[in-house]
C-alpha cells in the first residue's frame, strides 16, 4: 500500500533546459522538504515522469527539440502519467502562451523569476488539490 | 494646348498626332493681325484729319469768295475747326487703341497661363492622366510616359487598364472606382487615393498612388488620373517595419535573456538569506558560483547591446597598430579562461615572426566571440583547436570546434545581427544573437572576411582574414608591445 501524500514527501519533477534553472529551482524546493527530479530536456523529463511516479511536474515551455507543450501532449497521451499535474515555468510572458496553458487545462502558469515561497505554496496547492487547481503566478 | 487636341483625336477614334511644338510658344505677337493695329491707325486717323482739315478749308475758301470774308476771319474759322476735328480724333483714338490693348494683354496673358500649366505639368514628378468615357489615355505628361517605360506621346490612345490593369490589383480595378464616381453625380469631386499595381511597358508591375478626380469639360465628364510611383516608399516602408520586428524581436530576446538571471538571482538570494543554515558549504559556494556566472551573462548580454548599438551609429573605432597574431592568439585564450571557461584549448599556430597591423583590442574581442561559441556549442570532454596561418596578403585565424556544425542553408545567415534570435527563445544557451554580427563587423572595418566551414571529422571550423599590411606606415601611430597592456581593461570591454 502507497503511502499518502501527507505521510511522504511531496515528488516533483523539474524540466528545464537550463542547469542552473534546474539547479536553483532544486535547491529551493529540496530545502522545503520536497523530493525532486531533475530533467534538462524534454524527452529525460518524460521518461522520468513514467518512471518516478511525480505527484506534480514544473516544466519549461521553450525548449530545443521536443517543447514544453509538446511534452504536455505526450504525459496526457501515457495512461501512467495521463492525470499528473503539470505547472508550467517559463521566461515567456505571451499571452499566447498563457491562453494555451490554460486551454490545456495544466495546473499553473508561474513565470520566471518567480518568488521561491510562492511556488512552494503554488506546489503543495496544487498537490492538496490534485491537480484541480489553476494557479497564474506572474514575476513583479 | 495638346490636351484638346488628343482628345479631338479620341473621339475619332484615332490615335492622336504628336503635338504641335510650335503651338503655344509666344510668337503670335507679329503674327495675329489684331496686334497689327495700332500701327495702322496712327495713319488712319492721320488721313482721316488731312481730309478733314482739307474739307473745311475748301468749304471756307467757297465761303470767302461767296461772302467776301476777310482772310483773317477764313484762318480763325479754319483754326478752330481743325482744333475741334483733332481733339475729336485723339479721344477716338485713346479710346480705341485702350481697347484693342487691353485686349492683347488679356490674350497674352491667356497664352503665358497656359504655357505656365504646361511648364507644371511636364515638369511634374507624378504622372498626370486624362482619361476619356471610353476608357483611353486622352493625355499623359511626360512624367506618366516616363514612368510606365513609354516615349513622348506613346501613352495617348492606349487603354487606361494597359497601365493599371484590375488583374494586378485585386481589391477593384480603376473601371470600378470610374463607375463609383459616377454614382457619386456628375459634378466636381474624387474618390481620394488608392494604392494599386502599376505595369510598366517591359512587364514589370510596381505600387502607384492613384487620386482620380472627375473634371466637368463642355458638359462632359474627364476623369483625370494622377499617378504617383510609390517603390521607394513601400521600399522605405517594408525596411522600417523589418527595423521595428527586429528592435521588437530584441526586446523579447533581451527580455528573455534577463529572465533567466533574474531567476539565478532571486532564487539563490532566498536561499542565501532565509535558509542559509540549512546550506551545506559546498551547495553555499555553489549559490555563489552560479550568482557570478548569472552576473557574468547579464554583463555579456549588456556589452553586446552597447557594442551593437555603436555600430549602429557607426562609433566602433579601429585603432590599428602593429601585433603579433600569435600572441593576440595567446592572451584571448587566458583571458576566457580567467572568465571562468573550463574547455581545454589546444593552440596550434606554428608562425611566430608574422606582424598584422589591426586593432589588437578587437581582434582579440573577435576571437573571444568565437572561442565563447565553441564553449558553448561544444559537447563536453572535446577540445577547441586555435591557429592562424599568414602569408604576404593577409592572416586567418582559425577556431575549430566539434559542435554539431552549421548547416549549409545556415550559413549565409550566421552572421547577421540577431540570427540567433529566431532560435534563442527556445533553448537556454546565453546569448542574443549579437556576437557574431559584431564579430563581422570588427573583420569588415579591417578590410577582412570571415566564414564558417566544416570541420574534417565534425564540427565547424570559423576562421577570418585580415590584410596583413593595413595602411602606410607613415600615417600610422607608433606601433607598441601588446605584452604591456594591462590585461584587465581588455577583459572590462567585452565580459
Known sequence: MSDSPEDRRLRVLVVDDDPNIVAVVSAILCGEGFEVFEATSGKQGLELASTTSPDVVLLDIMMPEIGGFEVYRRLRLDPRTENLPVMFLTASMKPEHMNRSTELGASGYITKPFSPLALVNALKETCRLGGESSIVLKSF | MRIHDSRAIEREGSRPDPPDPGLGKASCVDNDPAVAVPRYYKYLFLCIFLLAEMTISGWSLVYVNMEKITYRWFFLNLGISSLVITAILLVTYRMVSRTVRRTLAAKKALQRSEEFLQRVTDAANDAIVLVGSTGRITYSNPAGERMFGYAAGGLPGREMESVVPARTN????????????????????????????????????????????????????????????????????????????????????????????????????????????????????????RIDEAATRVTRLVNDLFDASRIERGKMGIKREEVQPGKLIIRAVEETRMNGCERDFILASHD????????????????????????????????????????????????????????????????????????????????????????????????????????????????????????????????????????????????
Open chain 2, 352 to 495: 611566430e615572426m608574422t606582424e598584422l597591423y589591426a586593432d589588437p583590442e578587437r581582434i582579440k574581442q573577435v576571437l573571444w566571440i568565437l572561442l565563447d561559441n565553441a564553449d558553448k556549442f561544444s559537447p563536453e570532454n572535446t577540445d577547441v583547436e586555435i591557429w592562424h596561418e599568414s602569408n604576404r596578403a593577409e592572416v586567418v585565424f582559425h577556431v575549430a570546434d566539434r559542435g554539431p556544425g552549421v548547416p549549409e542553408e545556415k550559413r549565409a545567415l550566421l552572421f547577421d545581427r540577431f540570427f540567433q534570435g529566431e532560435d534563442v527563445l527556445h533553448h537556454s544557451t546565453p546569448g542574443i544573437g549579437l556576437g557574431l554580427h559584431i564579430a563581422r563587423t570588427i573583420v569588415s572595418a579591417h578590410g577582412g572576411w570571415i566564414e564558417v566551414r566544416s570541420r574534417e571529422g565534425g564540427g565547424s571550423d570559423f576562421c577570418f582574414g585580415i590584410p596583413a599590411l593595413g595602411p602606410p606606415l607613415d600615417i600610422a601611430p607608433a606601433p607598441t608591445d601588446p605584452s604591456t597592456e594591462e590585461p584587465g581593461a581588455m577583459v572590462g570591454s567585452y565580459r
Open chain 2, 170 to 289: 485585386s481589391d477593384s480595378s480603376l473601371q470600378d472606382h470610374y463607375a463609383r464616381l459616377a454614382e457619386q453625380g456628375t459634378g466636381p469631386g474624387d474618390i481620394g487615393t488608392v494604392e494599386m499595381m502599376g505595369l510598366r511597358r517591359g512587364g514589370n508591375e510596381f505600387p502607384v498612388e492613384v487620386s482620380i478626380s472627375m473634371v466637368p469639360d463642355n458638359g462632359q465628364q474627364v476623369t483625370e488620373v494622377i499617378i504617383r510611383d510609390i517603390s521607394e516608399r513601400k521600399t522605405a516602408q517594408a525596411t522600417i517595419e523589418r527595423q521595428t520586428e527586429e528592435l521588437r524581436n530584441l526586446i523579447d530576446v533581451a527580455a528573455h535573456e534577463l529572465r533567466h538571471p533574474a531567476t539565478i538571482f532571486k532564487g539563490y538570494a532566498f536561499l542565501l538569506l532565509e535558509r542559509r543554515d540549512t546550506l551545506s558549504p559546498e551547495a553555499f559556494d555553489d549559490a555563489v558560483r
